[in-house]
């Protein structure tokens, strides 16, 4: 037996190995949230959000793009801003758990909102 022979036979086994069709996952998305935007938030400034909710608990800056986040008691909400070629300013708000007529939950801003603006003893 030739001695290249085992060689190819190990040359021909990891080609196949490698060339062997890969299961995808099974991958379930959740569903996209509803559209809309909370009236009182949709193009607000980074400023007056600030003034309205607080410090934000993180924010994520990527490239003219932010994401604020909020922690309330039992929610939490995401902001995220866009410069736009104007100030930074809200174009997007979501909340865990949603809402379900929109993608921000009210109940859930509404509670930020207040603790945002209660008193610190």
């Known amino acids: 037996m030739p001695r ?3 060689m190819a036979f190990l040359c021909a086994f ?3 190995c490698a060339s062997a069709p890969k299961e995808t996952p099974n991958v379930s998305l959740p569903p996209a949230p509803p559209p809309g935007e909370p009236a009182d938030l949709a193009g607000m400034e ?3 959000l600030r003034v309205a ?3 934000p608990a993180f924010v994520r800056k990527d490239g003219p793009a932010e994401m604020w986040r909020y922690d309330g008691a039992g929610c939490k909400a995401f902001f995220f801003l866009y410069t736009n070629g104007s100030p930074l300013a809200v174009r997007h ?3 865990v ?4 007529e929109m993608a921000a939950y ?5 509670q930020i909102r207040q603790h945002a603006a209660s008193p610190v003893s």
């Open 53 to 55: 909710f607080g410090a």
């Open 46 to 48: 980074a400023s007056a």
């Open 93 to 95: 708000v979501e909340t």
């Open 14 to 16: 990891l080609a196949a």
């Open 4 to 6: 290249y022979l085992p």
């Open 97 to 100: 758990p949603r809402g379900s």
């Open 106 to 110: 009210a109940n859930c801003l509404a």
